[in-house]
């Protein structure tokens, strides 16, 4: 069973910087699709950085040249590097992954069925 797990939240302040970090686990493929979404309490979730099979990324355009997403050095690792953060960053950020369909990847959160339980990223003025 696919088992996503992430680190390196917490808070910073306006201007600062985080990375996190998810690992993938219980699958012997590496082409998965996988992506970070965000989340606030009682809103739906938003992609932030998608990356599909072929390592082609898409970002949020509220994220464009602030976040790097790519992948780590082992095989089904996603890291998020996030620079200049402001306060509408805040949220409760997620990693998702699922294999692609069809030979694509997409980017809503329903099109993937994996998830981890998330880690807080609160960004202080």
């Known amino acids: 069973q696919v088992q996503l797990m992430e680190s390196g939240g917490g808070s910073a302040q306006a201007g600062g910087s985080l990375i996190l970090s998810c690992a993938a686990s219980?699958?012997?493929?590496?082409?998965?699709?996988m992506a970070w979404f965000r989340q606030l309490p009682g809103k739906g979730r938003e992609g932030v950085a998608h990356?599909?099979?072929?390592?082609?990324?898409k970002y949020a355009d509220s994220v464009k040249g602030r976040f790097t997403a790519s992948k780590g050095d082992a095989m089904n690792t996603l890291l998020l590097h996030m620079n200049s953060l402001i306060s509408t960053d805040t949220a409760k950020y997620s990693c998702?992954?699922?294999?692609?369909?069809?030979?694509?990847?997409?980017?809503?959160?329903?099109?993937?069925?994996?998830w981890g339980q998330g880690t807080q990223v609160t960004v202080t003025s």
């Open positions: 219980g699958m012997a493929r590496s082409n998965l699709c």
């Open positions: 990356i599909d099979n072929d390592g082609n990324i």
């Open positions: 998702a992954a699922d294999w692609p369909y069809d030979g694509h990847c997409y980017t809503g959160p329903t099109d993937y069925n994996f």
